[in-house]
């Protein structure tokens, strides 16, 4: 959305900066998509800016990984033969119930 902005400008009545929350924040974004420029305490939105509805938080980091999995390789995974598949686990898993 940020790069749709005309005139590359949002201007949120809210933003969530490094300093804390912030009131009649404007940003700019800059050619290569970061943000140029934050300023806040900007009473109206600039013309042209694009004007947020809600209030802005940082993006959080996409921290999923399957990092633990290629830890458990040799570890955990074993093949009873040599017809064990990936659902083999399921047969020999215990039955549920009374």
Same mark, same amino acid.
């Given at each position: ?7 590359g400008l949002l ?35 600039p013309e042209g800016?694009?004007?947020? $509805? ?7 980091? %996409?921290?999923? =990984?399957?990092?633990?999995? &290629? @830890?458990? !390789? +040799?570890? $955990? ?7 064990? %598949?990936?659902? =083999?686990?399921?047969?020999? &898993? @215990?039955? !549920? +119930?009374?």
């Open positions: 959305m940020a790069r749709d902005a005309p005139g201007w949120a009545a809210r933003a969530r900066l490094p300093s804390g929350w912030r009131e009649h924040v404007v940003l700019q974004i800059g050619r290569d998509g970061r943000w140029a420029e934050v300023t806040p305490d900007i009473a109206t939105a800016a694009h004007v947020v $509805a809600g209030p802005l938080l940082p993006s959080l980091v %996409d921290a999923h =990984s399957h990092a633990f999995q &290629r @830890a458990f !390789v +040799g570890a $955990a995974e074993t093949r009873d033969s040599a017809d064990d %598949d990936f659902w =083999s686990w399921r047969a020999r &898993r @215990a039955p !549920v +119930g009374p």
